[in-house]
T-cell receptor
Framework: GQNIDQPTEMTATEGAIVQINCTYQ??????LFWYQQHAGEAPTFLSY??LDGLEEKGRFSSFLSRSKGYSYLLLKELQMKDSASYLC??????????WGAGTKLIIKP | DAMVIQNPRYQVTQFGKPVTLSCSQT?????MYWYQQKSSQAPKLLFH???????NEADTPDNFQSRRPNTSFCFLDIRSPGLGDAAMYLC?????????????FGPGTRLTVT
């Protein structure tokens, strides 16, 4: 079967750095997406990785290792508004998105 | 300049009473999706349209139907809502199904079944 694993919840301090991991087992791979979802709101796109390595976009970076079936989202200089759930989703061989359940990130002052 | 619009934002229906949720988009995207999301769970794809080509997920109950009368609009019909259908329903669009095209989500409709 197809599976995406992420930690359920993480806590970090304002101004710090946090890394949210995602491991996946899917039938084929056509890229990995990270989305941010604030409570009660719709997911919004953060990043897309299809090749190995690190993609940096401002305070957020995303890393991919296809051989290990592994990605992480790195958030720097954390702000209170970063409190949200972060969803990892993999595009499989049929270009269907397989979603993780999300990691709830709690930021403390 | 809303791009994906869902109405209503909150819907209360009675057990067994049909309900329709609507979605419209101003992005002129080819693909429209309907997801069901329950608290702290991954979004579950119900179906998607590529243009007018309908794609039903294998495990989507027959109780859920969809219509896409034109590029801009898509509807989700729940014929006989049960208590287990209470959830957030998310509409999303993308330019294509393949490649790096991300999905744009509407604000969602939170459905309560009494």
């Amino acid at each position: 079967g197809q599976n995406i694993d992420q930690p359920t919840e993480m806590t970090a301090t304002e101004g710090a750095i946090v890394q949210i991991n995602c491991t996946y087992q899917t039938s084929g791979f056509n890229g990995l997406f990270w989305y941010q979802q604030h409570a009660g709101e719709a997911p919004t796109f953060l990043s897309y990785n299809v090749l190995d390595g690190l993609e940096e976009k401002g305070r957020f970076s995303s890393f991919l290792s296809r051989s290990k079936g592994y990605s992480y989202l790195l958030l720097k200089e954390l702000q209170m508004k970063d409190s949200a759930s972060y969803l990892c989703a993999v595009s499989d061989s049929n270009y269907q998105l397989i979603w993780g359940a999300g990691t709830k990130l709690i930021i403390k002052p | 300049d809303a791009m994906v619009i869902q109405n209503p934002r909150y819907q209360v229906t009675q057990f067994g009473k049909p309900v329709t949720l609507s979605c419209s988009q101003t992005l002129n995207h080819n693909v429209m999706y309907w997801y069901q999301q329950k608290s702290s769970q991954a979004p579950k794809l119900l179906f998607h349209y590529y243009d007018k080509d309908f794609n039903n997920e294998a495990d989507t109950p027959d109780n859920f139907q969809s219509r896409r009368p034109n590029t801009s609009f898509c509807f989700l019909d729940i014929r006989s809502p049960g208590l287990g259908d209470a959830a957030m329903y998310l509409c999303a669009t993308s330019r294509e199904t393949s490649g790096s095209y991300e999905q744009y989500f509407g604000p969602g409709t939170r459905l309560t079944v009494t």
